[in-house]
């Protein structure tokens, strides 16, 4: 075990992480893998657990907390008649086959791999969020047929792959045709649990060499606990803010924010 000099700060460090996390979730809908996934990173590394599989733990980790936050803010948003389900089930069979697909997939790369993923998908969210336009539409209605089959397993291997919820993806497919961003807000955080949960269960399996204390599979349930208990009680903070205030600034600032973390991850995955 770590030593306590070590761990309490950690402990510290990832309680306002999960509620900085929580609140993200509700209010922007980008999930708070986008937090949580590199702070783990840090974090396990700090401990000592570096190894090829640690963002293998990092994604599952993340996912796993995602599964609460998720359900959280989607009973809140619920309660707010702001969740479109017609969305939410034409698109739900595909997006948790790409999440199945997702973790296959994951399960096999090595975590260098999945560090130049993460940062190179994290750059591209980064300048959406900072830069795009609420204005932007690609079409009228979310659309059926062929970019539906494509398009729901994309959004949830790709998310798997990040360890992250739907938000990142699904809110700027639902806005680019004509959702409103508080419903696309609302819908997305469906998205996260129905990504989350069967990602969870095949990472459940997954085989790990070096693992930090109190991990089943990938899936590290000391850093699970200590974000979930953050989480909990920020994520409706932040999906009641989505319905009073205009979270573009914030959006712009988080994209920036994203981009620096991304580039990071990446740096790290060039230099070592």
């Not at 940062?119 to 209605?141: N, P, Q, T, V």
């Amino acid at each position: 075990m770590p030593e306590m000099s070590v761990l309490l700060p950690l402990i510290g460090l990832l309680m306002v992480i999960g509620a900085f996390a929580g609140v993200l979730a509700g209010l922007l809908g980008v999930g708070g893998g986008i937090v949580l996934v590199p702070a783990f990173f840090y974090a396990f590394s700090a401990l000592g657990y570096d190894s090829p599989q640690l963002m293998q733990i990092c994604l599952a980790t993340s996912l796993a907390t995602i599964i609460v936050t998720s359900l959280r803010s989607l009973n809140s948003h619920s309660k707010k008649g702001a969740v479109e389900w017609d969305i939410l089930r034409g698109w739900g069979v595909g997006i948790v086959i790409g999440a199945i697909i997702g973790v296959m997939v994951a399960t096999q790369l090595r975590s260098v791999v999945l560090q130049a993923l993460f940062g190179g998908l994290g750059i591209c969210i980064g300048i959406y969020m900072a830069f795009g336009k609420s204005e932007w539409r690609l079409g009228d209605e979310m659309p059926r047929g062929l970019f539906r089959i494509i398009g729901s397993p994309a959004i949830g291997f790709l998310s798997v792959l990040m360890g992250i919820g739907g938000g990142s993806f699904g809110v700027p497919t639902m806005t680019l045709f004509g959702v409103p961003i508080h419903r696309a807000v609302a819908t997305a955080s469906g998205y996260g649990v129905i990504i989350a949960l069967p990602a969870v269960i095949g990472f459940l399996f997954a085989d790990i060499d070096v693992a930090p204390p109190l991990t089943v599979g990938a899936v590290n349930f000391g850093a699970f606990a200590v974000v979930v208990c953050m989480t909990l009680i920020t994520a409706p903070w932040g999906a009641a803010l989505a319905h009073k205030m205009d979270p573009k600034p914030l959006k712009r600032v988080f994209g920036i924010f994203l981009i620096l973390v991304a580039l990071n991850m990446l740096r790290k995955v060039l230099i070592g």
